[in-house]
């Protein structure tokens, strides 16, 4: 290799070398945005659970309680049903 090829592969070689550290640190800014993502969704996790769980008591308390006798009403008839008989014009019974 003569100094003109080798300068030539010194310029390329350094050239892949810039390119190489601008995509690992654009990698590294990626990486720090979805650190920080992953944070913040870890954080609305823990808040849904708590949610979630404290929902879980009340409904487990709600339903331990017995029903008030406003719940219930005992004065209430149970719906009756009366068939008739249709006719249709020209008499005959359906």
Do not use: C, K, W, Y
């Amino acid at each position: 290799m003569n100094e003109a090829e080798a300068i030539m592969e010194f310029r390329e070689a350094s050239a892949a070398v810039r390119r190489a550290f601008g995509a690992r640190d654009d990698a590294r800014v990626d990486q720090i945005l979805a650190d920080t993502r992953m944070g913040e969704a870890t954080v609305n996790l823990s808040d849904a659970q708590a949610r979630l769980h404290a929902a879980d008591i009340a409904l487990q308390a709600a339903r331990a309680e017995p029903p008030t006798p406003a719940d219930i009403d005992v004065t209430r008839q149970p719906v009756s049903f009366t068939f008739v008989e249709a006719t249709i014009p020209n008499g005959s019974a359906e």
